[in-house]
């Protein structure tokens, strides 16, 4: 069996080293169009951090650890066309075109950062940075540039904020919602973390939207809606959109874009397959799917499709929109439904806000936490956790139970561990408990 996968991020490689452990008599074919593979898109805010000193160190994958496997890579291989009845892959390379044959098609071909609604962005001077690349020319114009604006307030670009604000520039964020990380946390809960952004000197501009941009010189010109602001430079942090112009109309696609799949992420040819970027994500509490971009669902549909290769064995479960991230000294975190977003929930719901320690230490820090549960079944919904302490793990055990749909009162008498030094008397994934503190 010939297994032909398009793109080698984490929703193609997961796909590769699956499909390798499972199916060990298959050849693995594995096509990326640019130079490297299993690149972090974040790699540039991690360099601008410190956290890495070079992009070299952006990496979770090699091309000679696939190898290792047994599994075959084509690097600088851009796929031009899929023929689906003649079942072939043709690519174009450095020396021409090579045709890769196909019994099973995986296409993890990513994505990219989009907006049709802003005239402008092909200037030099507007950045993106998901590739090694890309990432390597906005690195370049960062350091020439004082005033950097960025367009989108989702995590992406509440990183990017952060990161160049350590490195001494002035960050503006145009936000066209009401907070920044609109999707995932409700706007009192993320409010510690905004106030911080402006105490630091990061200018935040809700509301707005941007609907051009124009070189002037050295400089960019952002036009909003009821002004205009110049910059040295702009990173474009918006909605991403899937690769997929090689498939020529010739399988279905979603309003969005994305590829029609089913459960078991099988496009209308039972032969091909869509994971990460490429298709929409479940969303079990309201029934419906969504584009979901994340580097976890990127990994999970990959590893899905790979059981599924066959025969459907393995139903893709969704997400609950699992996400946690450290800015400006705040980490916050959240799964399952906001507030905002029980307005499509089929159940009336009730909120809870409370707030505890994260150790019984005298100088621990306090965790604020809300949760979202159904006002019948006390199912639970939605959690989100904001801290200056870092509790990011704890939104795994939160997922888990709204994943499988755990009432309340499992919750809170379900086991942990106590020590001190890292916990209060009882964790904070126990909702509710009789030492609750402010």
């Known amino acids: 069996m010939n297994v032909v996968i398009i793109g080698a991020s984490f929703g193609g490689i997961s796909a590769a080293l699956q499909t390798r452990k499972k199916h060990p008599q298959a050849t693995v074919i594995l ?65 021409g075109s090579d045709v890769y044959r196909y019994d099973k098609l995986i296409v ?68 066209s919602m009401d907070n920044v990380l609109f999707k995932s946390f409700d706007s009192e809960m993320i409010q510690p973390l905004q106030e911080e952004m402006i105490r630091k000197g990061v200018d935040l501009k809700f509301h707005r939207a941007v609907t051009a941009i124009e070189e002037q010189g050295e400089q960019l010109v952002l036009h909003l809606v009821d002004e205009s602001a110049v910059y040295d430079a702009a990173l474009l942090s918006v909605n991403v959109r899937p690769d997929l112009a090689f498939l020529d109309g010739q399988l279905p696609l ?15 040819d039972l032969d091909v397959f869509g994971v990460g970027d490429c298709v929409q994500t479940p969303f079990p509490l309201t029934g419906e799917s969504f584009y ?22 393995r139903p893709f479960v969704g997400s609950v929109r699992t996400v946690a991230a450290q800015a400006f000294g705040w980490y916050i975190a959240s799964t399952g439904l ?28 306090t965790v604020h936490l809300k949760y979202i549960v159904d006002a019948d079944t006390q199912v639970l919904l939605g959690v989100q956790l904001v801290s200056k302490e870092n509790i990011l ?35 904070v994934t126990n909702l509710e408990h009789p030492f609750e503190r402010g």
Request: proline share 3%; hydrophobic share 40%.
């Open 393 to 427: 793990q704890a939104i795994n055990t939160f997922a888990l139970a709204v994943q499988t749909e755990q009432p309340m009162d499992t919750l809170t008498g379900k086991d942990y561990f106590f020590q001190a030094g890292f916990t209060d008397l009882v964790d």
């Open 31 to 95: 096509l990326e169009k640019t130079s490297s593979l299993g690149y972090l898109p974040s790699g540039l805010n991690l360099l601008l951090s410190g956290s890495i000193s070079s992009l070299d160190e952006a990496y979770f994958m090699t091309a000679k650890e696939l190898k290792e496997k047994g599994i075959q890579v084509y690097l600088d291989t851009e796929v031009r066309r899929v023929d689906l009845k003649e079942k072939s892959v043709v690519c174009a390379t450095d020396s």
């Open 108 to 175: 993890a071909a990513g994505s990219t950062p989009y907006s049709h609604k802003i005239i402008g962005t092909q200037s030099a001077k507007v950045l993106t940075y998901k590739q090694r690349a890309q990432a390597e020319e906005a690195w370049g114009v960062i350091q020439r540039s004082r005033h950097v604006a960025i367009i989108g307030g989702g995590q992406a670009g509440i990183e990017a904020a952060e990161a160049l604000h350590e490195n001494g520039k002035q960050v503006t964020v145009v936000e």
């Open 254 to 268: 979603n309003v969005d874009g994305t590829l029609m799949v089913d459960e078991y992420l099988r496009t209308e």
């Open 338 to 365: 906001t507030e905002a977003e029980t307005q499509f929930y089929a159940r009336p719901v009730r909120v809870h806000h409370k707030e505890t320690k994260a150790s019984m230490l005298p100088d621990a820090e």
């Open 292 to 313: 979901m971009p994340l580097a976890n669902n990127a990994v999970r549909t990959g590893m899905t499709a790979a059981e599924n290769l066959m025969e459907p064995v």
